[in-house]
């Protein structure tokens, strides 16, 4: 792993406001240790002007699980890139593939939302995956393809933007992609995003899906795997922590 490593927690549709401050605090307890990596939370949109205040003075990043493609407007339930901004994120995951099933996005959504993080400031962690049928279907790789270039917006660089691998039948399934098949798609993806981003040599690689603290190690010394996206996971803090761990340094 060359670049500096990205340990990032999507808590998706979970934790109430006390479990979330408990979390938190505990992170933040573990990066005032830790400078040899980056580690970033994403709480569902509710709790994060709360652990923002847990988060003052940390390292230790904040970011949106999704944001619309308009900065602000008459979109009733939705979160703008600015807002998440104001209230102290760094980072806004787009794409995900729950937000790409559940909300019909489609890799031009997500461009669009991908550019309004960057035009707010923040950095976009774009995420691309196969399904299980995809990948049967030895499509895996062609799918990674043509989301890379249908998701990434102009002007995205290793500064303002990080990939996330994530295959669909890894998340929350307990099955994980085999250190061959991570490689093999970590390296695709590096040459597609070497063409299509300026630095895109430079540009971080998150792993994702089914990451836990006995695979971590594993997964995170894969070439070209520059961190890990973690669900599950990223709600137990000392889990969390025993991945950021494995992450070599
Ligand atoms: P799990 O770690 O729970 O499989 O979730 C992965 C994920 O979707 C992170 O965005």
């Known amino acids: 792993m060359a670049v500096r490593p990205l340990i990032a927690g999507n808590w998706k549709m979970n934790l109430n406001l006390a479990n979330a401050r408990e ?38 990043g904040l970011g949106g699980q999704d944001c619309h493609a308009q900065a602000s407007g008459a979109h009733t339930g939705d979160i ?45 962690i774009i995420c691309v995956g196969e399904t299980e049928a995809e990948r049967d279907a030895g499509g895996a790789t ?45 390296a695709h993806a590096r040459n597609i995003l070497r063409e299509i981003a300026g630095d895109g040599g430079a540009l971080r690689v998150l792993y994702g899906g089914s990451v836990k603290p006995n695979n971590a190690a594993a997964i995170l010394a894969a070439a070209e795997v520059s961190g890990a996206l973690v669900g599950g996971a990223s709600l137990v803090a000392e889990d969390f922590i025993a991945i950021a761990n494995a992450a070599p340094k």
Do not use: F
């Open 23 to 60: 979390l938190a605090t505990a992170l933040v307890a573990y990066m005032k240790q830790e400078s040899g990596l980056d580690m970033v939370v994403c709480p569902p949109a509710q709790l994060l002007a709360p652990v923002a205040v847990c988060l003052e003075g940390s390292s230790l």
């Open 80 to 124: 703008s890139a600015p807002m998440l901004r104001d209230i102290g994120c760094r980072y806004v995951i787009v794409g995900h593939s729950e937000r790409r099933a559940d909300h019909g996005e489609i890799d031009a959504v997500v461009k669009a939302k991908a550019a309004a993080a960057h035009a707010a400031g923040l950095i976009a």
């Open 142 to 186: 062609a799918v990674v393809e043509q989301q890379l270039r249908g998701s990434l917006p102009e002007g995205a660089t290793a500064a303002n933007t990080v990939a996330a691998y994530e295959p669909v039948w890894a998340i929350g399934t307990g099955k994980t992609a085999t250190i061959g098949d991570v490689v093999e798609m970590h």
